[in-house]
């Protein structure tokens, strides 16, 4: 287990906080007048979920969480149950709740490739957050046709992804065009 610094411990990475794993989403280096700088962080529990804010100051430090990281594939989902596998073994199946899985839901599809990420602590898995690649593409099931001399909205539509997401994408995209998606912000990069 690494320890972190005040100052290392910033956006993503992934510390212990009240014995939880916690991601830092926010954190800001703050110097006062004749005080020492300290880290101000806002923390999310991936047990629990809570945002907690902390503050670390320059003689504290942090442990980083044991986290390893699995590829795992997206089978299904039904009733706020997320279904995944091993992609070696498809029969080693196993389900995640939608409270883990939280937004990265909205760009998961069908058999496609996923990361856990677990944490390790005291011999005990478990797995604590999903992350995707950060590009990923889709095929477009629907999208509205582009209405011409229509430039109020700055030539951007909703359209719909293969698996039920809705985007905002450029006016010449059409139904049955493979785009690719940034899935960190949700926002349309480029027709495939």
């Known amino acids: ?104 839901a909205k760009f998961l599809k069908q058999n496609g490739n996923a990361t856990a990420l677990i944490w390790e602590n005291d011999d005990e898995e478990k797995i604590i957050k999903v992350t995707l690649p950060i590009k990923m593409e889709f095929k477009v099931k629907e999208a509205p046709p582009a209405v011409r001399g229509d430039t109020s909205k700055g030539g951007i539509k909703v359209i719909v992804l293969e698996n039920g997401a809705f985007i905002n994408a450029p006016m010449f995209i059409k139904e049955g065009d493979t785009i690719s998606v940034n899935t960190e912000n949700g926002e349309y990069v480029e027709r495939v």
């Open 1 to 104: 287990m690494s320890q972190l610094q005040y100052n290392e411990i910033r956006e993503k990475k992934i510390i212990i906080y009240n014995d939880e794993p916690c991601e830092v989403v926010e954190s800001h280096v703050a110097r006062t007048q004749q005080r020492k700088p300290q880290n101000q962080v806002k923390l999310k529990s991936l047990i629990s979920g809570k945002t907690i804010a902390a503050t670390f100051h320059v003689s504290e430090s942090a442990d980083e969480a044991d986290i390893i990281k699995r590829d795992i594939t997206f089978l299904y989902h039904n009733k706020g149950e997320y279904w995944f596998c091993d992609p070696e073994d498809k029969a080693k199946r196993f389900k995640l709740d939608n409270t883990l899985i939280g937004d990265t």
